[in-house]
Nanobody, 124 residues
């Protein structure tokens, strides 16, 4: 059974930093693409950052220069380092594999595996 477990969310003030972790099990992590997605209340699910099994990264324009994605194959974990956080980064952050079609109404679908989500709240 595929499992993705996110951690590291929390509440910070604008300008602060957080590091999210997504630990995977139940599939061949080294051969898989994994990404971070987020959904704020009233908004669609959007792609934040993804990393392919070849290490190719995608970073959304809205977070470019502030967020970085990385992976540790030995730990089967993908990280999202978030710096210079803004109130508009407030959302529930999910990791998913291999790669949902985005944007979409919700951060879930039957064709991909999703974590349970972790809340990030940025106050001004």
């Amino acid at each position: 059974e595929v499992q993705l477990v996110e951690s590291g969310g929390g509440s910070v003030q604008a300008g602060g930093s957080l590091t999210l972790s997504c630990t995977a099990s139940g599939f061949t992590f080294d051969d898989s693409d994994v990404g971070w997605y987020r959904q704020a209340p009233g908004n669609v699910c959007e792609r934040v950052a993804t990393i392919t099994n070849d290490g190719i990264e995608y970073i959304a324009d809205s977070v470019k220069g502030r967020f970085t994605i990385s992976q540790d194959n030995a730990k089967k974990t993908v990280y999202l380092q978030m710096n210079t956080l803004k109130p508009e980064d407030t959302a529930v952050y999910y990791c998913a594999t291999p790669g949902p079609i985005i944007p979409r109404d919700t951060c879930s679908d039957e064709y991909n595996d999703w974590g349970q989500g972790t809340q990030v709240t940025v106050s001004s």
